[in-house]
Every structure is written in C-alpha cells, then in structure tokens.
C-alpha cells in the first residue's frame, strides 16, 4: 500500500484479471483510476465462440499480458484479483492458474471474484451511480440486479441463452457476420414495418431461443432490416419491462446498464424513456467499461480486498455458474 496525499487512508493497488470468454484483459488499479490495461481478444476462424479454442488463446497470451500490464504500471501490487465465474470452465480455469502463480510470485493474496458483480462495481465506480438496478446484459449473461441486504440479488434473468448470444446466433443463420449485435443495429435502421415476434416475459424472468429461431423464420418471408429491427424491439422491450418491474419493486430511484449489448443506441434510447417517465436517472458507463474488462475485475478485487476478503488456493477453484447472490457482501 502507499499513502495517498489527500486523504488519511492507505491507497491499495490491486492487479485484476479477466478471461470468462473472449476478452482475455488484465489491468492495475487504485482507488481513483486505471493504471494500466492490457487486452488480447480471441477472435474464432468461423461461427461461434469454441472453449477450448478461447482457453488456449489465453494459456498462449496471458503471459505477455500480464507482463506488459506490469511493466505499465506495476508497482507496490497489494493483491491479485481474478474472475472466478460464471464463465466458460477452460477458461477460467486458464485465467485462475495465471492469477495463483502471480500472486505467488508477488508474494501477495489472491481474490477471486464474481464477473457479474465486477460488471456492476465498475459501473458504481465510473458514473454518478449508488443503489442502481442494473441491467446486465452481455452473450453469456443477461440479468437484473439489485443490491439488498447484504447481496445482490437476481430480480430476474434469461431462462435460456443470453441476449447477446440469441442475436449473434440469429446473425450468422442469415450470413452476417459475427458478432451480429451491432451489424443488426445497423440494419434496423432501415427497416420499414414491424413483425410480430414472440415475446416471453414469465414472472420477472426471460427467454430469447424462442425469438431468435422465430426471427431466422421470419426472414423467409420478411425483409432482413424488418426481421432486425423486430428482434430488437421484441428482446429490448422484454429487457425494459423487467427492469421497470424490478425498480417499481425495490423503490430505487436509478438503473445502470452494463454488458456488450449496452452499447447498443436502441436499447439505451428505450431504458431511457422508461428511466424518465418514472422520474428516475439512467446511468450507462464509457464503452470500455461495458463489455468485459480487466479493470472490472481489479476494482472489485480492491473493494474485496479493503473490505478483508482473501482467497485461500484451495478455495480458488473455478465456478462457471458462479451466482452473483452467493457472494455476501461486506464493502457496502
Ligand atoms: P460475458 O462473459 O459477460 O457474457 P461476452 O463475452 O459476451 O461477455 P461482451 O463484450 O460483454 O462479451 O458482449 C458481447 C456481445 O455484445 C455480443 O453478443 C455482441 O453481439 C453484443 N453487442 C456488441 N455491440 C452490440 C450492439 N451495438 N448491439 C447489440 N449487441 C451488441
Ligand atoms: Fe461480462
């Protein structure tokens, strides 16, 4: 720890990384900023993403990250934090190996940490955001969050696939390129009428394998810019619906968007409309901090850390359905 001149409290410095899916990213923090980041991004041959494929992109890159992420910005390290799930297992496991040996090799402790809660941490940390529900959507993983009484909790979530996955996976069946989220964004803008699609609301949960396979039918018959934007529309409106029930439910006066799919203009303009006719404020982070980052991870490891967590290396095993409710949360 080194001391911070305008406050009485020590700085912590902890080094953070991320390797769920794709994005293997690891990044130093303090309490104010980033120190330093460094991503290396598996991109597949063709179709969709293949663990093990993943895993091995980051086995052969995460030396070079985390050695050009030290050299960056490595000094006076006080922990090691890693995504511990939910995620992909070959690559969690990957990133867990990483995170053990470094902190081994710093001689400092490790934390593991829940990806979900990293996302919306990074999202309190780098906007006006306090007590938001968060929205967060992303391929793997599409929930609503809010804090209460010492958890997360998961107010409602896809019964199926998420909504990043549901619209890359509509995208390659009509020969668009992956990832399809933003190349369907774009088409939308052209569409001309709105299809009927199937829209699947159950309780405060959601399901999209349904649309998606009704949105690659669909398209025998209708215009793709239609198809898109209906999907869009459909899917988002579910998301916002869910959203305003959670925040009617719990009374909290702010929604934050987290997740790839938050860069999506659509989805904002919607969560938006909804924030202001409640009289309530829509928070959504810098892109960078959106999708999956090794920031995120470091922060909430600084939050862990200061607040006493510590991970033990047997208890570092890998979660792929870590939940974020399981964590009790004590830095609040
Ligand atoms: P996680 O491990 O949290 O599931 P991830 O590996 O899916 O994360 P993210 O970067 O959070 O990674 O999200 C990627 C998803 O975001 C992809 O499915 C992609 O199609 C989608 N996406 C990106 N930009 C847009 C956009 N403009 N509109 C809709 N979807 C988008
Ligand atoms: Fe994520």
């Known amino acids: 720890m080194r001391s911070n001149p305008f406050c009485v409290l020590p700085m912590s410095i902890i080094f953070g990384i991320e ?3 794709w994005n293997l990213s690891a ?11 460094t991503t290396a991004t598996y991109r597949p041959a063709s179709g969709g993403i293949h663990p093990r494929e993943a ?5 052969s890159h995460i030396g070079k990250v985390v050695r050009e992420t030290i050299k960056k910005g490595g000094r006076n390290i006080d922990a090691v934090a890693f995504s511990q799930g939910p995620g992909l297992g070959p690559c969690l496991r990957t990133v867990a190996t990483a995170a053990r040996a470094l902190s081994l090799s710093l001689n400092v402790p490790l934390v593991g940490v829940n990806h979900c809660i990293a996302h919306i941490e990074v ?5 006006q955001a306090s007590d938001p529900v968060t ?3 992303s391929g793997a993983n599409s929930q609503v969050l809010a804090y209460r009484a010492g958890h997360y909790r998961v107010f409602g979530e896809t019964l199926d696939i998420g909504i990043g996955n549901a619209l890359d996976k509509f995208a390659r069946s009509v020969g668009l390129p992956h990832p399809g989220g933003p190349r369907i964004e774009e088409l939308a ?3 001309l009428q709105y299809i009927h699609l199937p829209y699947t609301v159950k309780g405060m949960d959601f399901s999209f394998s349904g649309l998606s396979t009704a949105a690659q039918e669909a398209h025998k018959k209708h215009a ?3 198809v898109c934007h209906s999907f869009q529309e459909t899917a ?10 959670a925040v009617a439910h719990t009374g909290k006066k702010e929604v934050l968007l987290a997740g790839g799919v938050g860069a999506n203009m659509r989805l904002r303009q919607m969560l938006g409309m909804m924030c202001e006719d409640r009289g309530i404020e829509f928070y959504v982070p810098e892109k960078r901090f959106m999708g999956d980052n090794g920031a995120m991870i470091a922060y909430l490891g600084l939050l862990m850390f200061k607040a006493g967590y510590r991970t033990q290396v047997p208890d570092s095993r890998v979660d792929p359905d870590f939940r974020p409710d399981e964590v009790v949360v004590k830095w609040r």
Do not use: C, S
């Open 19 to 21: 390797g769920t899916a």
């Open 27 to 37: 990044a130093i923090v303090d309490e104010n900023d980033v120190l330093a980041e």
């Open 55 to 59: 895993a091995q992109h980051h086995a």
């Open 123 to 127: 999202g309190r940390w780098k906007t």
């Open 135 to 137: 929205l967060y959507v």
């Open 189 to 191: 803008k052209e569409a």
């Open 224 to 226: 793709l810019p239609d």
């Open 236 to 245: 988002f409106a579910m998301l916002v619906e869910v959203t305003e029930r």
